[in-house]
Structure formats: C-alpha cells, structure tokens
C-alpha cells in the first residue's frame, strides 16, 4: 500500500530589520526552485521605494516574487486582507510545483498568514472617531482603562499608549458585545496544507545595530528625503505610509522640525527601537529554527540550505 504524500513545504524567513532575510531568502529560492512571498506591509505600496529596502531589480530577476508594489499610495492594507491574498498565491505556487518562502518583518502580517485572524466587526469610524477625540482630551490611558473594563486579558496585552490597538480592541468589545479575546480564540482560521519551516536570524545585536545605522544613512544619502517629498507633494497625508519609519523623520525635515542630521539620528533610533520590538514578537513564534548571524553570511545560508533539504524531501 503506497504512503500518503506529504503535505508540500512552506518555508518563512523571519527576522527583525536589517537582518539579511533577502538576502537568505534568494540564495534558497535560487537552490530550492523557490518563488518568494513579500511580507513587508510597507513595501506592499507603489512608489515607496527608497525607504523599504525593497528587493532591487537584480535581485526581482534571480527569483519570481509576489506582494511587492501591489497597493497605491494612498490605499491600505489589513493583515486579514493581506492573508487572503498571501494564501491565494501560496496556492498558485504550490500548484506549479515551486518552493513558497515567506519573507518579511511585519509580525502581525505573518501571523494572520500562518495562524488567521477572527473575523471581527465592521469598521465604524463614527466610534472610532469619538474615542481619537478621547484620547486628546483624556490621553490614551483613559482608553486602556475602558478596555480593562471592558476585556481585561486584552488590556494586558495592548500598551497602554498604543492607540490604534486600543481603539480597535474597544470597537469590537462594543460592537460584538463579546470580549475581543473570546473572539480571537473562536475565530482563528490557521493556514491547511503545509508544512511551515521557519527559520528565524538572529544576528549579534550590537552588529545589528551598527548595519540598521548604515541602512538609514544610505537611504538618506539615497534619496529618501527627495521621494518623500515628492510623495508629499502628489498624495499630502492620504498616503499612509508617510508616517512609517523613515518616511516620517524625512518629513519633519522637510517640515523643519528637525535639521537633517537630527532626522537621521531619529530615523536610526526608530528603527533600532523597531528590531527590538520584532525579536520580541518573533521569539514567541513557535517552532523557528534560529541561525546565530546575517542572511548574507555563507555559513548561515548553508545552514538553512540543511534545514530545508530536512523537511523537503
């Protein structure tokens, strides 16, 4: 009697900022017969280029990739909408026979993916509305007071400054008239028909820091200052990617709050702040495969080289 296929491999190359996961990620897919899945929610948008450490064209040429440069300017993006579509082409790329591997930074992005997200209500800015205006009177901790009232296990995984989290989590208690955390255990919807490898890099932290300060210099040398600008002009605050690391200390530059090596000094700053927070995010994924160094390092490719050649055969 002949044994049931596996189910075909999924590989996720996660990792904070500056780690080296497009770089990992090309050298598997060029071994692997690989397409490569962005999972970046900035670099989703057109015309953000310089600030996204987008795949250049050379790059785009040695492997297909899917989610890059798909939504407008002045569009948005949900992590549910953004699984809908991530799954589609993983069942495109399975159904031609190639290698899917997930890449990219955005956590919450990666988890709706692999794990879904509940199908909470509608939007209503009405409310929404109502709470931003709380906020200025009260600050956002009178939120996150409500929300304790309201969910108490969600209170205690949403800063009390996060805002858009806050007013979210009260929307849906409100609009359900449920706890957002009964919702989310119900309501979860995780990826069927894979086998998921993923391999986390974890570079020395202090080097990691010193590379995200010589990305942020090189995309200020690189014309970061001038695609903002011209962003600015064409789109004004509709384009919501403005506010994004980079993008944001740019535009107080050209606003003249801040001189221009301020801004970068701000810029670096955030992003550092930001790996901290996705090495946060991505130890609590489960099942990852950590490699000790950068995605472009040769030992660190050959070792991920071996983990998928594991689960692939």
């Not at 590379?211 to 962003?231: H, P, S, V």
């Not at 740019?250 to 709050?257: N, P």
Request: net charge positive.
């Amino acid at each position: 009697m002949a044994s049931a296929q596996p189910e075909p491999l999924l590989v996720v190359v996660l990792g904070p900022t500056a780690s080296g996961k497009t770089a990992l990620s090309l050298s598997l897919a060029e071994r692997f017969r690989g397409e490569i899945v962005n999972c970046d929610s900035v670099a989703m948008y057109r015309e953000f280029d310089v600030g996204t450490a987008k795949p250049n064209a050379a790059d785009r040429a040695r492997a297909p990739h899917h989610l890059l440069d798909c939504v407008a300017p002045t569009g948005n993006i949900t992590a549910g909408e953004y699984a809908r579509m991530a799954r589609q082409v993983l069942d495109e790329i399975q159904a031609r026979a190639y290698l899917p591997i997930v890449v990219g930074g955005t956590g919450l992005y990666l988890r709706a993916l692999l794990e879904g997200l509940f199908s909470g209500p509608q939007r209503s800015e009405e409310l929404r509305e109502r709470l931003r205006e709380r906020v200025e009177q009260r600050g956002s901790s009178y939120l996150h007071r409500i929300l304790q009232r309201l969910d108490r296990a969600a209170a205690e995984k949403i800063h009390a400054n996060d805002t858009p989290k806050l007013i979210r989590a009260i929307e849906v208690c409100v609009a359900s008239r449920q706890k957002m955390t009964e919702l989310w255990e119900r309501g979860r919807d995780p990826l069927r028909g894979f086998r998921i490898l993923r391999i986390g890099l974890e570079p020395d932290r202090q080097l990691l820091y010193d590379r995200i300060n010589r990305r942020a210099q090189q995309m200020f040398d690189g014309g970061l200052i001038e695609e903002t600008e011209r962003l600015l002009k064409k789109y004004g605050s509709a384009a919501g990617p403005l506010s994004s690391l980079g993008y944001k200390q740019a535009g107080q530059f050209l606003r003249g709050e801040l001189t221009r090596e301020q801004a970068l000094h701000a810029a670096q700053q955030a992003h550092r702040n930001y790996a901290k927070r996705q090495i946060t995010w991505f130890r609590r994924e489960p099942d990852v495969g950590w490699l000790r160094g950068f995605g472009d390092d040769a030992q660190v490719q050959r070792e991920a080289a071996v983990q998928v050649s594991g689960l692939g055969s």
